[in-house]
């Protein structure tokens, strides 16, 4: 929502709250008292505009407050699929006491940058970090998360899939599903068997689940993350992250 949106709202927020008590009495007030009430009311926010300001934080404060519950009920209702699912990559820790998962396209400049953020993390030897294909970037996402999700399936120890995410990731220029063979071809897969697996169940119903997933979520773009039971959406950068990982290990920013 826009500044002035806000604002809006906040005013018609203030409006209804100052207002309601006298119109449930309406039919008491005279035409000339009504108008005196508003007069009062009007001078009252123009001598004090401060309030205004008041009354959109604490609309804020109620709207965040609301969302991070509406998220976090989400995350439990949907943890198994999100943290245990047998359709999706581990990175790190299998054991990991915090769960960090991320939903990326390979066509989204934001997922590139922020990579190099996920690579930090793994430095962390008590993260479990899983990866989740969720490609909203137009047909050649699909088709890369198609090859992706393949990948994972001929290689079981996820070496080569890393391998495989961090060049894809990495390149220039959209990714597609001939980009996407041609950067397994170089890291060393069969290629014939990834062609050939792209069409399977398998792949289809892991990349439905993903976007059940984050339908369920609210999720509406990429990156976005779940760590331990809060909801992440967008590039926060690395502090951030980490500020995440360290709430749900330790409940503080700092462990």
């Known amino acids: 929502m826009t500044s002035s949106l806000r604002f809006t709202a906040a005013v018609c927020a203030l409006l209804l709250a100052a207002l309601a008590p006298m119109a449930a009495r309406a039919q008491d007030f005279s ?15 123009l001598k004090n505009p401060e ?10 404060k109620k709207q965040n407050l609301a969302e991070t519950e509406k998220h976090q009920t989400a ?19 299998p054991q990991g006491d915090v769960t960090m998962v991320e939903f990326f396209d390979y066509n989204c400049g934001y997922c590139k940058r922020a990579m190099t953020d996920m690579m930090e993390l793994l430095k962390d030897t008590k993260l479990k970090v899983v990866l989740k294909e969720f490609p909203v970037l137009g047909p050649g996402s699909v088709e890369a998360a198609q090859v992706a999700t393949a990948v994972r399936m001929q290689d079981k120890s996820g070496k080569k899939y890393l391998e495989f995410h961090q060049k894809l990731l990495s390149g220039r220029g959209q990714v597609d599903r001939a980009k996407a063979l041609a950067t397994a071809k170089e890291v060393g897969l069969d290629v014939a068997k990834l ?12 990349l439905e689940e993903s976007f059940k997933l984050a339908e369920a979520l609210g999720l509406n773009g990429t990156p976005s993350y ?3 039971s809060d909801v992440v959406i967008g590039a926060v950068g690395l502090p951030a992250l980490k500020e995440k990982v360290n709430k749900a290990r330790c409940g503080k920013a700092t462990c």
């Open 75 to 93: 995350v439990k209702t949907n943890a198994n699929n999100l943290f245990n699912s047998t359709r999706h990559v581990v990175l790190g820790n």
């Open 226 to 228: 779940v760590i331990g």
């Open 51 to 60: 309030i205004m300001q008041e009354v959109m934080n604490e609309l804020e």
């Open 31 to 45: 035409t000339t008292q009504r108008g005196e009430i508003e007069r009062i009311v009007k001078d009252y926010l």
């Open 195 to 206: 062609e050939k697996d792209m069409g399977s169940t398998e792949v289809k119903e892991s």
